[in-house]
Structures are given as structure tokens and as C-alpha cells.
């Protein structure tokens, strides 16, 4: 079993900043990618960012060179960074984990942005 605890959420005015923190915990070995998904309301769940275990990277268009997704292997934690933030970023993120075809996902964090 992984546990996934997302922090850091909140309200931040539009062209703001803000980071996000996936805390992992359990049996984290052999996570093969962690990601970062949202979903606003009305809409379905989306892929925002991935990175694999090797630091490989991918990122939506939508957030090519806004968003930035870390991992600190020390801390079992994975960031999402988020610069130049729009109203159109407003959902709830979750963090994921695929470990080997088995998916787990976190409670979510509400991000508003306010124009």
C-alpha cells in the first residue's frame, strides 16, 4: 500500500505562485511515476505532470512553462511548482503513484485562482 498526502492548496491571485507537496509513505518501492492530475468542477480529472522514477518529466501544454514537478527521494516527497497561475488553474489537485500498473491516488488540494 502507498498513502499520498497533498498539501499546500489554498487562494492566490492570478499571475501568482504557489507549490504544492505530495508526502509518500508505505511500500514506495518500485513506484514507477508519481503525477500530479487536477480536476475542475464539471469537468473530468486531467494529467498535469508526471515523473518517472529515472526523473524523466512530462508536462500538459497547458502548463508547459508554468509548472514544474520535483522529487526529493530524502524526503519521499514530490512537488509541484506553479508560476504565472491563471483562473483556468482553479481545481482540486490529487497526486498519483503507479506502482507497477496499481494506481494509488491522494484526498486532493483545492487551488483557487481569483482574477
Known amino acids: 500500500q502507498v498513502q499520498l498526502v497533498e498539501s499546500g492548496g489554498g487562494l492566490v491571485q492570478a499571475g501568482g505562485s504557489m507549490r504544492l507537496s505530495c508526502a509518500v509513505s508505505?511500500?514506495?518501492?518500485?513506484?514507477?511515476?508519481m503525477g500530479w492530475y487536477r480536476q475542475a468542477p464539471g469537468k473530468q480529472r486531467e494529467s498535469v505532470t508526471t515523473i518517472t522514477s529515472g526523473g524523466r518529466t512530462n508536462y500538459a501544454d497547458f502548463v508547459k512553462g508554468r509548472f514544474t514537478i520535483s522529487r526529493d527521494n530524502a524526503k519521499n516527497t514530490v512537488y509541484l511548482q506553479m508560476n504565472s497561475l491563471k483562473p483556468e488553474d482553479t481545481a482540486v489537485y490529487y497526486c498519483n503513484a503507479n506502482q507497477w500498473g496499481t494506481i494509488y491516488w491522494g484526498l486532493g488540494t483545492q487551488v483557487t485562482v481569483s482574477s
Open positions: 508505505g511500500s514506495i518501492f518500485s513506484i514507477v511515476v
